[in-house]
């Protein structure tokens, strides 16, 4: 079932889509900025007081006619939109791992000689494992242990793998790996450490307002950080929310993970999926076909989709009914989260959730679409946040 416009106006009755933690506290904690009298600042904090200053400005007001009380604004906060601008569109890339690139084999001693792993510090979770915070003790330096439990041969086998695609990874978009350990029953990864949770969170963070200008800088570097894998010519092929990291909880910094499933292209090779969460497949993948670089750009389109509004476009009320969706390339912009999402950003996704391969945008095409790297829109966009600042602010 694909939800009709009139259906999805019943949020209850339409499960499929909304991007949750199956928490329903959250719920509960959906607040109104307009309610609270709450006004953000634009690393998304929440400042408090945003009514008095609307008092203020209301004195003010009254002074002045409404001609020179614009000019003034325009004058007077002008300066601050160039200002906020450089800091909300900033595009430089994340700061590089603390330690060069590397070239890691895993060695068979005990990690516990060279690094100190906290077992309470649990940075996420994945299909393999847990990711821990650790010290290298020679150094000090802060890293990230990811515990991998492989007692087979074949088990084994994978992570080698995993370790051998990080091995040739040299981005600062995608997170370096520094050592690995392996013992009979597991291996461990000791990676750059980053401690601003994952882009998965800030999606079902009621309290965070993620503007679509943020989502342009996050995909701008996931766009970056696969440009350079595809160039590399490797696929990552698990690319979704929980697989990005962000470097701080205060920039929109990103670093990409967890290469498990990431390979070397084939030209002819399937790709046999355990679906874990079918929502993010790719119809290739799904239809067991041979996957490719456009098999990480159909990726790309769901997180941009599901970034932009906090809804997942294929997913059904169960697994069965999510690969249908995705079978029949089902998905639309008829949701009332993306009326005030502008063209530019339709027409990306509607230039990646493309069904058939070779109709999809490429990493490089991505970065030289309107939406990624038209400037003029991305004044536009930031204005618009600036302008419900101000109204919050001044009126
Ligand atoms: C961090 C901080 C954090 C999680 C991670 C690293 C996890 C990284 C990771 C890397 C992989 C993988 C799974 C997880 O397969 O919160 O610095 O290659």
Redesign the pocket.
Known sequence: MFCSSEEVSDVAACSKRRVTEEDPVKDDLKKSRVEESEVENTDGQVVEGGGQQASRSDEVKAEVSPAIWFLLSSVTFYPFYLFFFAMSSDSSPPPLAPFDHRIVTPKPHQIATYYTINRDEV??G?R?GQ?HKCMENSSGLML?A?IIKARSQKEKEVVRN?IQV?NQLNHANL?QLYAAFESRHDII?V????EG?ELFDRIIDENYNLTELDTVLFIRQICEGLQYMHKMYILHLDLKPENI?CVSRATNKIKI????LARRYKPREKLRVNFGTPEFLAPEVVNYEFVSFPTDMWSLGVISYMLLSGLSPFLGDDDNETLNNILACQWNFEEEEFTDISDEAKDFITRLLVKSKSWRLSATESLKHPWLSDQSLHYRLNQKVVKSHDINLFF
């Open positions: 940075l996420g994945g393999f990711v990230a990811k995993e990080m997170i990864l990676m750059e450490y980053v949770g990291l993970i967890d290469f498990g």
